[in-house]
């Protein structure tokens, strides 16, 4: 089975403060996605990467940085945490998809952060 | 641009009701369409998919079937269970890229 893991389930941090959300796939996925769900948003994109050392801005980047050094480790970075960024975030991958086919996305459980 | 809009939740029905959530969504082009559950506690699983219009896509008992003429995505499932509870997301991606555009999710609790 698939395994996205994500460092922590629950986060407090204060306003101001660099916050890292770590996120780990064990399939060799070429794609790795952050997400942010709110509700009554759903799942918004932050950014994403097609592989080591690239990234490319999501719908919502504002606020976030990302690192890619290994295939399988994806992390989000929140360089000054503020209060609008309390959410719950999600982490997803995927493989590289061939033409004229749809690789699922598989996710993890997500990290709930609080921003005081 | 793209989008999907879905049924406003939350919904709550009795074991064994039928279900219907219902999705639009605005696309150019030929998407794919797909609904997503999240479980308490959990990350998002696919549930099923459709590629083309006319598709039925089917997965657990659940149903969706891609209209084109109406831009819909309506998910069904005859008789629900407790453990069907959960929140449920339509999803469309368009067959030019490969990012996934969410719905803002609805909500279903299932009383027993």
């Known amino acids: 089975d698939v395994k996205v893991t994500q460092s922590s389930r629950y986060l407090v941090k204060r306003t101001g403060e660099k916050v890292f959300l770590e996120c780990v796939q064990d399939m060799d996925h070429e794609n790795m996605f952050w997400y942010r769900q709110d509700p009554g948003l759903g799942l918004r994109l932050i950014y994403f990467?097609?592989?080591?050392?690239?990234?490319e801005k999501g719908d919502i980047p504002e606020g976030y940085s990302v690192s890619r050094e290994k295939k399988e480790r994806f992390s989000l970075i929140l360089e000054s945490a503020s209060t609008n960024q309390t959410s719950m975030y999600l982490c997803a991958s995927s493989p590289r998809p061939t033409s004229g086919t749809y690789n699922e996305q598989f996710f993890g459980p997500g990290t709930r952060l609080t921003v005081l | 641009g793209n989008s999907v809009t879905q049924m406003e939740g939350p919904v709550t029905l009795s074991e064994e009701a039928f279900l219907t959530i219902n999705c639009t969504y605005t696309?150019?082009?030929?998407?794919?369409l797909f609904w997503y559950v999240q479980y308490p506690g959990e990350g998002l699983q696919l549930l099923l998919k459709?590629?083309?219009?006319?598709d039925k896509g089917s997965n657990k008992g659940f149903e969706a079937t891609y209209r084109k003429e109406t831009t819909s995505f309506h998910l069904e499932k005859g008789s629900v269970q407790v453990s069907d509870s959960a929140v449920y997301f339509c999803a469309l991606r368009n067959n030019q890229g490969g990012k996934l555009i969410f719905g803002q999710g609805t909500e279903l609790s299932v009383k027993p």
């Open positions: 459709a590629t083309k219009a006319d």
């Open positions: 990467s097609y592989d080591v050392k690239m990234k």
């Open positions: 696309a150019t082009g030929y998407p794919s």
